[in-house]
């Protein structure tokens, strides 16, 4: 039976490490979190694995919150837990036989942890290389389905063309 995988990313952990999020959060932290969130989902699609991203919970008080946004499950951590508790929780709940479990984050301390409780750790810089080769096979694969016009069996004048266009769209 296959694995099913999920990536969990420490999310200020990310924002920190990739030069777009981190010039971005320092004008809109929300932004920031909206744009890798974003990019989480696109992940997502590519790769059909479980996303969740967690983040401490950063000049916010109060319990922790949960939401799905893009069909990436977003997690805030409660007042004084942090995101590489939190983590490491989420690793230890969902440790199964049938679940490969990949942590992003490049908190060394953090990826040895993870890794001695059977996740395999992906740094930031893997994540965003990963990130834009994921990005580059999609932009490569929309190109080609746009090239592909359909094309007609019965070679046909522009005149001809023209007429049966205007037939279709009820013009006489």
Known sequence: MKKKNVLIVDGYNIIGAWAELRQLKDRQLEEARNLLIERMAEYKAYTGWRVI????AYLM???ESKLKKHDVEVLFTRE???ADERI???VSELLHRRIQIHVATSDFTEQWIIFAQGA???S????????K????????????????QPTLKIPLSDEVKEIFEKWRRGIR
């Open 124 to 131: 930031a810089r893997e994540l965003e290389i990963e990130m």
């Open 133 to 148: 080769n994921i990005l580059t096979s999609i932009s490569g694969k929309v190109k080609d389905f746009e090239s592909q």
């Open 53 to 56: 991203v967690v983040f401490d």
């Open 61 to 63: 008080r109060g319990i």
């Open 88 to 90: 490491e929780k989420l």
């Open 80 to 82: 004084n837990e942090t």
């Open 120 to 122: 395999l750790r992906k």
